[in-house]
């Protein structure tokens, strides 16, 4: 039972694995966070692999395997999903900062212009 969990580990870390490349492609995550999880996904895939490292596979009771790889997919996975949603908000406030920047910047340019004409209007009189 143990190779069983310890393979469900190795499956669980490549489709994180595959997701979080997918989401990173497709520009729903940033690239900070996604190679924080790029990482951990390794952790997990050489948490199964390595012998040395997949002895916390026989400390689990037969059980308690489908309890615990469901509880682990439902955590790792809506951690993942509020990463989703912090690099989108990220995203979104770094857009909105350029438009403000460039509001900034137009509004400069029409103070500019507007000075400029009341001071062409006060030497004409």
Not at 4 to 31: A, H, W
Not at 38 to 55: E, H, K, M, Y
Not at 81 to 101: G, P, W
Not at 102 to 120: A, H, P, T, V, W
Request: with cysteine.
């Amino acid at each position: 039972m143990a190779n069983i969990l310890c393979m469900l580990v190795i499956i669980e870390g490549i489709v994180l694995l595959i997701v979080d490349f997918i989401s990173f492609v497709y520009q729903k995550i940033t690239v900070g966070i996604e190679l924080c999880w790029s990482a951990f996904a390794v952790v997990l895939i050489l948490l199964g692999i390595v012998p040395g490292l997949s002895d916390w596979s026989r400390v689990v009771p037969i059980e308690a395997v489908p309890a615990f790889i469901l509880i682990n997919l439902a955590v790792i996975f809506s951690f993942f999903y509020l990463s989703c949603a912090i690099s989108q908000l990220l995203r979104k406030n770094q857009e909105l900062a350029m438009h403000v920047s460039l509001i900034n910047q137009e509004n400069e340019i029409i103070l500019q212009k507007l000075k400029e004409s009341l001071s062409d209007k006060g030497e004409k009189e």
